[in-house]
C-alpha cells in the first residue's frame, strides 16, 4: 500500500471521528428548578365595617306661638318688662307711691326671674278716670310690656282696665276696691285681678262696727261720685239697712270741692244722723273732717272715712280734728317673718315706716305675676322666653292657694282674689292705731 493511500485513509478516519462527534446530542446543563411561584394566599374576603354615624343633631323646632292673644318674646339679655300706673303725684301721692314700694321690693326680692332681670316701667294714674286713660294708653303702645300693677284709684281703674283688656294685656291692682271692677253687669273686663279687697266686704265690716260695736242706729253718707267712693258708700248704706240702721241721707260732692258746709248742712238737717261715713281721698277728705266741726246739728256725730284717706300726709293734714274719728281699711296686722323683713327693707330703702295700707297688696301682685311668668313661659336653649297673653290670664285666674303677706290668696272668675280683711282705726298722735277687731 502506498504511503499516499495511508495517508488519505488517516484523513477519513479522522474526519469520521470528527462528524461522529459532531453528531452526539449536546449534554444539557442540569435543570434548576425554580421555587414554584407560590400562589397568593386567598385573601379573606374584607369586611367592610360600616362607616361609623355621626349622630344626628335635631336642630330643635322653633317655638310656634299657639296663643290666641299672641306671645310675648325676650331675648336672652333682654329684661322682663311690668309696668305701675299708680297715683304718684298730687295730693293722694302717698297712697301711690306705698303701693309702687311695695312692687319694688318685690322685684328685689325676686331678683332674676328664669334668667332675666325684672324692668319696671312707672306711670302715674292721677287717681282719675283721665290718668287711668292716659297711661292704659301708653302702656298698651309698648308691646315689650307683659303686664300692669294698677291702678290706685278705681276712678282710674274702670278705663284702664278696658284699654289693658282690649290690648290683650293684663292688670293686677293693688288696691281697687269699687265692686263694680269685678262685677260683670258693670265694669269688669277681662284680664283684669285685684289683690286688693272688694267693698262689698268693708262697707259690711263697717256697718257692723257702727251698729253692733258703736250702738248706733242711724247713719249718713258722702261720696264724691268716684267709683270707689260711691260703691263703698252704698255697700255701707245697703249693710247699714240690712242689720236695722237708718240711712237719714245719701249724697255727694265733687271732686276738688274744698267748702263742705253746704253738704254737711243739708246732712244735719236730714238727722242729724248718729254716724257720719264719708269714704273719699284727700285733700277733700280732710276739708271735710274740720268743717263738720263748724256745722250745727253735727256736734254729736260720729265721723268716720276709709283707707282713701289713711296716708301720712292724711294725718297731718287731719291733725286734731281726727280725735275721736273712725277709718276702716285693709287690716295690715300681718303677722310672720315675711312682713317684718319686708318693713325692714321698706324702712332701709325708703326712709321711712310705710306711708299707706296697699303697699303689702302690691307686693303679692307683683310675686302672682312672676309666679305665673314662671309656670307659663317657653324657654328656648339660648335663654329665650316666650309668654302667651292668654296664658298669662288664664294663670292668674287659676291662683289657688297662693302664700302672700295679705293672706292666701285665690282668684274667682272675675278677679276678686284678695283674702279680705278688715279693720278699724283711730287716730292717735297722727298715728293710725287699729282698734277692731281685737286680736
Given at each position: 500500500?502506498?504511503?499516499?493511500?495511508?495517508?488519505?485513509?488517516?484523513?477519513l478516519?479522522?474526519?469520521?471521528?470528527?462528524?461522529?462527534?459532531?453528531?452526539?446530542?449536546?449534554?444539557?446543563?442540569?435543570?434548576?428548578?425554580?421555587?414554584?411561584?407560590?400562589?397568593?394566599a386567598?385573601?379573606?374576603?374584607?369586611?367592610?365595617?360600616?362607616?361609623?354615624?355621626?349622630?344626628?343633631?335635631?336642630?330643635?323646632?322653633?317655638?310656634?306661638?299657639?296663643?290666641?292673644?299672641?306671645?310675648?318674646?325676650?331675648?336672652?339679655?333682654?329684661?322682663?318688662?311690668?309696668?305701675?300706673?299708680?297715683v304718684?303725684?298730687?295730693?293722694?301721692?302717698?297712697?301711690?307711691?306705698?303701693?309702687?314700694?311695695?312692687?319694688?321690693?318685690?322685684?328685689?326680692?325676686?331678683?332674676?326671674?328664669?334668667?332675666?332681670?325684672?324692668?319696671?316701667?312707672?306711670?302715674?294714674?292721677?287717681?282719675?278716670?283721665?290718668?287711668?286713660?292716659?297711661?292704659?294708653?301708653?302702656?298698651?303702645?309698648?308691646?315689650?310690656?307683659?303686664g300692669?300693677?294698677?291702678?290706685?284709684?278705681?276712678?282710674?281703674?274702670?278705663?284702664?282696665?278696658?284699654?289693658?283688656?282690649?290690648?290683650?294685656?293684663?292688670?293686677?291692682?293693688?288696691?281697687?276696691?269699687?265692686?263694680?271692677?269685678?262685677?260683670p253687669?258693670?265694669?269688669?273686663?277681662?284680664?283684669?285681678?285685684?289683690?286688693?279687697?272688694?267693698?262689698?266686704?268693708?262697707?259690711?265690716?263697717?256697718?257692723?262696727y257702727?251698729?253692733?260695736?258703736?250702738?248706733?242706729?242711724?247713719?249718713?253718707?258722702?261720696?264724691?261720685?268716684?267709683p270707689?267712693?260711691?260703691?263703698?258708700?252704698?255697700?255701707?248704706?245697703?249693710?247699714?239697712?240690712?242689720?236695722g240702721?237708718?240711712?237719714?241721707?245719701?249724697?255727694?260732692?265733687?271732686?276738688?270741692?274744698?267748702d263742705?258746709?253746704?253738704?254737711?248742712?243739708?246732712?244735719?238737717?236730714?238727722?242729724?244722723?248718729?254716724?257720719?261715713?264719708?269714704?273719699?281721698?284727700?285733700?277733700?277728705?280732710a276739708?271735710?273732717t274740720?268743717?263738720?266741726?263748724?256745722?250745727?246739728?253735727?256736734?254729736?256725730?260720729?265721723?268716720?272715712?276709709?283707707?282713701?284717706?289713711?296716708?301720712?300726709?292724711?294725718?297731718?293734714?287731719?291733725?286734731?280734728?281726727?280725735?275721736?274719728?273712725?277709718?276702716?281699711?285693709?287690716?295690715?296686722?300681718?303677722?310672720?317673718?315675711?312682713?317684718?323683713?319686708?318693713?325692714?327693707d321698706?324702712?332701709?330703702?325708703?326712709?321711712?315706716?310705710?306711708?299707706?295700707?296697699?303697699?303689702?297688696?302690691?307686693?303679692?301682685?307683683?310675686?302672682?305675676?312672676?309666679a305665673?311668668?314662671?309656670?307659663?313661659?317657653?324657654?328656648?336653649?339660648?335663654?329665650?322666653?316666650?309668654?302667651?297673653?292668654?296664658?298669662?290670664?288664664?294663670?292668674?285666674?287659676?291662683?289657688?292657694?297662693?302664700?302672700?303677706?295679705?293672706?292666701?290668696?285665690?282668684?274667682?272668675?272675675?278677679?276678686?282674689?284678695?283674702?279680705?280683711?278688715i279693720?278699724?282705726?283711730?287716730?292717735?298722735?297722727?298715728?293710725?292705731?287699729?282698734?277692731?277687731?281685737?286680736?
Amino acid at each position: 500500500m502506498s504511503n499516499r493511500f495511508l495517508y488519505i485513509l488517516s484523513v477519513l478516519i479522522i474526519a469520521s471521528m470528527v462528524l461522529a462527534a459532531c453528531a452526539q446530542p449536546a449534554t444539557e446543563a442540569p435543570a434548576v428548578e425554580e421555587p414554584a411561584a407560590e400562589e397568593p394566599a386567598a385573601e379573606e374576603p374584607v369586611v367592610e365595617e360600616p362607616a361609623a354615624e355621626e349622630p344626628v343633631v335635631e336642630e330643635p323646632a322653633a317655638f310656634e306661638c299657639t296663643d290666641e292673644l299672641g306671645c310675648l318674646d325676650y331675648g336672652p339679655e333682654e329684661p322682663i318688662r311690668i309696668a305701675s300706673a299708680l297715683v304718684i303725684s298730687g295730693p293722694n301721692a302717698q297712697l301711690g307711691q306705698d303701693s309702687q314700694y311695695g312692687v319694688e321690693i318685690a322685684m328685689d326680692w325676686q331678683g332674676q326671674v328664669l334668667g332675666h332681670d325684672l324692668e319696671l316701667q312707672a306711670e302715674d294714674d292721677g287717681c282719675s278716670a283721665e290718668g287711668g286713660q292716659t297711661a292704659g294708653q301708653k302702656i298698651v303702645s309698648d308691646p315689650t310690656i307683659l303686664g300692669v300693677v294698677g291702678t290706685s284709684c278705681s276712678g282710674a281703674g274702670v278705663p284702664m282696665s278696658q284699654v289693658i283688656s282690649e290690648a290683650n294685656y293684663f292688670m293686677v291692682s293693688p288696691s281697687n276696691t269699687a265692686p263694680s271692677l269685678t262685677d260683670p253687669d258693670q265694669a269688669w273686663n277681662p284680664g283684669y285681678y285685684r289683690t286688693a279687697h272688694n267693698d262689698k266686704v268693708q262697707g259690711a265690716a263697717m256697718a257692723d262696727y257702727a251698729f253692733n260695736e258703736l250702738g248706733l242706729t242711724s247713719a249718713a253718707t258722702i261720696h264724691d261720685g268716684d267709683p270707689y267712693t260711691e260703691g263703698l258708700a252704698n255697700s255701707f248704706a245697703e249693710s247699714f239697712k240690712a242689720i236695722g240702721g237708718e240711712i237719714v241721707e245719701f249724697t255727694a260732692i265733687n271732686k276738688g270741692d274744698t267748702d263742705m258746709r253746704p253738704v254737711l248742712t243739708a246732712v244735719a238737717a236730714a238727722g242729724p244722723p248718729q254716724f257720719l261715713y264719708y269714704p273719699i281721698f284727700m285733700p277733700e277728705c280732710a276739708f271735710m273732717t274740720k268743717q263738720a266741726k263748724e256745722v250745727d246739728g253735727l256736734e254729736e256725730t260720729v265721723l268716720s272715712a276709709a283707707d282713701g284717706c289713711i296716708s301720712a300726709d292724711a294725718a297731718e293734714s287731719i291733725g286734731e280734728d281726727g280725735v275721736g274719728m273712725f277709718w276702716s281699711g285693709p287690716d295690715i296686722a300681718f303677722a310672720g317673718e315675711t312682713y317684718i323683713k319686708f318693713k325692714a327693707d321698706y324702712k332701709e330703702k325708703y326712709g321711712s315706716d310705710t306711708l299707706s295700707v296697699f303697699h303689702a297688696h302690691a307686693f303679692d301682685a307683683t310675686n302672682m305675676i312672676v309666679a305665673c311668668v314662671e309656670q307659663v313661659a317657653v324657654q328656648d336653649d339660648d335663654g329665650t322666653l316666650h309668654i302667651g297673653r292668654q296664658a298669662m290670664r288664664d294663670c292668674l285666674g287659676a291662683t289657688s292657694g297662693f302664700e302672700g303677706i295679705t293672706g292666701t290668696l285665690t282668684c274667682d272668675e272675675y278677679g276678686d282674689c284678695a283674702d279680705p280683711k278688715i279693720s278699724v282705726s283711730t287716730l292717735e298722735n297722727g298715728e293710725y292705731v287699729k282698734i277692731w277687731p281685737e286680736e
